[in-house]
């Protein structure tokens, strides 16, 4: 399968502080990216889906402003975690999709796990 | 009624045996399911994807798709303890919608 890499794969900073995870598709271009997060023992939520050259598009509840998503080219897409706090720390997980039918398979990221103290 | 339910297990099953994971959705217009796997810790796996009826095999995975009756599932031949993981279902209603998962079957196989 297609390969996703996470940048870093684990962070710990203090809180109000702002934490940037790269997310780069390494073989193929990924028209559509997507950004989950996931708690402990919880499922994957989905936090928002991204397309090359527009703006992200974020599902209910997700804070645009703080979790800030940048999809600059077709093999990198950026999560900000803007001003963080303790009730932010997650595994933040990206995924990338190359599109087109039926190529519509997403590949997931490793993971990034972010503790904010 | 959830968009993809699963049961949560755990699903124990030994050694060298056949796991049957199960699948069921909602809705008549989803076009393509996925099966992944989960490690604790660690990031989902894609393992199977399925868009037509029938069954699709893998190595010792096969993938089977019922349309009608809204129902896919996974089994997974000669299990190995290796295979103790969380199993999440997905589908889409096309190419271009976001993946919807289920909650995840946790399927234990013992040595």
């Known amino acids: 399968g297609a390969v996703v890499s996470q940048h870093p794969s684990r962070v710990i900073c203090k809180s109000g502080t702002s934490v940037k995870i790269e997310c780069r598709s390494l073989d193929f271009q990924a028209t559509t990216m997507f950004w989950y997060r996931q708690f402990p023992k919880q499922s994957l939520m989905l936090m928002a889906t991204s397309n090359e050259g527009s703006k992200a598009t974020y599902e209910q509840g997700v804070e645009k402003d703080k979790f800030l998503i940048n999809h600059a080219s077709l093999t990198l897409s950026t999560l900000t975690v803007t001003s963080a706090h303790p009730e932010d720390s997650s595994f933040y997980i990206c995924?990338?999709?190359?599109?087109?039918?039926?190529?519509?398979?997403?590949?997931f990221g490793p993971g990034t796990r972010l503790t904010v103290l | 009624q959830k968009e993809v339910e699963q049961n949560s297990g755990p699903l124990s099953v030994p050694e060298g045996a056949i796991a049957s994971l199960n699948c069921t959705y909602s809705?008549?217009?989803?076009?393509?399911f996925f099966w992944y796997r989960q490690y604790s810790g660690k990031s989902p796996e894609l393992i199977m994807s399925i868009y037509s009826n029938g069954d699709k095999e893998d190595g010792r995975f096969t993938a089977q798709l019922n349309k009608a009756s809204q129902y896919v599932s996974l089994l997974i031949r000669d299990s190995q303890p290796s295979d103790s993981a969380t199993y999440l279902c997905?589908?889409?209603?096309?190419?271009?919608?976001?993946?919807?998962f289920g909650t995840g079957t946790r399927l234990a196989v013992r040595p």
């Open positions: 997905g589908r889409k209603k096309s190419s271009g919608d976001k993946l919807t």
């Open positions: 995924s990338a999709m190359e599109g087109g039918e039926p190529y519509n398979e997403q590949f």
């Open positions: 809705d008549r217009v989803s076009q393509s």
